[in-house]
């Protein structure tokens, strides 16, 4: 008994297995711990249920060490690993609860070449890896790969990431790849597909396959028209036969000179009676407004016109509406002869202005020059026996108006709103612009007596209203209606 006793001791104090023991070993444990933190920092390679307690192999190296890692992965290998320790391997799938003992691995060595091996050996196996992944994720670089199909690579465009659609070098891939990114309902994505389309594809070819898409030819036209493409535009839209739509994208960057000959090419193409009017007013408009500016800009700079010195131009004619021009014509040229390219009347007779758009703007240009005499003979009219009478096909209470708006004289303003023929208006212009005299004639007129004593008391005390409602008041001709 105390032989065999003997024997036991002898053999734990001779064997490097020792009995568990409370004691602290710092060095070998500390230099275990440091080791295993930096293994689970890069990659979490160790997982451990067990805090307490670590596994270890029969071999005395922890089970999940990068010894013990290394071993037995490299014991799985077919090629290079045959000669590996039989007993390693029967040991690596029975393991006891022993206490911790420290790697033959360390952190210096790890990064010194034994990690090459142990990455090397873990890529041919099955099982959990525990060696960190320090290259980029192969997923990743797919991205700049040519195997995307056309409806991943529209996935891919609409999560934002990186896609070159230069693989799609087929007619067909390329028409494939349009109709899966109009499936996608993603204007973006339609928009950069169009845009390769435009780069890579004749013109021919992307007009005919677009005029079967509706939606990508509406993304298309919307991006020229965004981008200033106009030339690209115009073929688009006259391929399609859009004549319509060509007179109107008339480009806004052109200058005078290129603007009027776009019109004038513009003239021959198969739009209607009424359409092919317009675009000749338009392209004879253009012409007369250069020849007007021409001749304005060198009187202004001569200085040989007092218009021009008292009210200087504020804007060129050039490109504006016909009613601006005609307003230009009737402030600068109103006294020119008909003859004449500028003249008001030679507009309004070109281009067919009506009478009532052309009295507008006359009375709105002479009011501002305070031209008053203009303004009375704009609306004097002569019968075929030669009688003069006052006659305004917009209304004598629209004049009123316009006069007021252009702070002309009560003297002026009382002559037309006498003009206005419904009583009720013209009681209610005269009150509002005090114009006393057309208000004590109107309740004259009317015979209301209590109505022009009342108005009596908003005119001043003394002044000729009030002198002039006294006498009527006094009038015994006069028969009252109240």
Partial sequence: MSRARADEEEYWHSSKFRAFTFDDEDDELSQLKESKRAVNSLRDIVDDDDDDLERVSWSG????????????????????????????????????????????????????????????????????????????????????????????????????????????????????????????????VITAVLIFLKRTLRREILFRELEVRQVALCHLIHFLRETGEQKFLLDLLRFLDRTEEVAVSIPRSLNVEKRREFLKSCIGLPFSAEDTSHIQDHYTLLERQIIIEANDRHLEMAGQSELFRKYPRKASILNMPLVTTLFYSCFYHYTEAEGTFSSPSNLKKTFKIPDKQYVLTALAARAKLRAWGDVDALFTTKNWLGYTKKKAPIGFHRVVEILQRNSAPVQVLQEYVRLVEDVETRLSLATKYKCHDVVIETYRDLKDRIQLIAYKSKVERGSAEDEKINSILNNMQIRWKN
């Fill in 61 to 188: 190296e922890p089970v999940g060490s990068i010894s013990w890692s290394i071993k037995e992965t490299a014991s799985g290998s077919t090629s290079s690993l045959d000669g590996r320790d039989s007993s390693l391997q029967k040991g690596s799938s029975s393991y006891a609860v022993l206490p911790k003992q420290g790697s033959s691995y360390s952190l210096s060595s790890l990064f010194k070449g034994e990690l090459c091996f142990f990455l090397s050996a873990l890529t041919d196996t099955g099982g959990k890896s525990y060696a960190p992944e320090l290259r980029r994720p192969k997923a990743e670089y797919k991205d700049y790969s040519s195997d995307w199909s056309p409806k991943d690579t529209v996935r891919r465009m609409q999560r934002g990431k990186v896609c070159s659609l230069e693989r799609f070098r087929s007619l067909q891939d390329k028409l494939v790849l349009l109709d899966e990114a109009v499936a996608g309902h993603d204007g973006n």
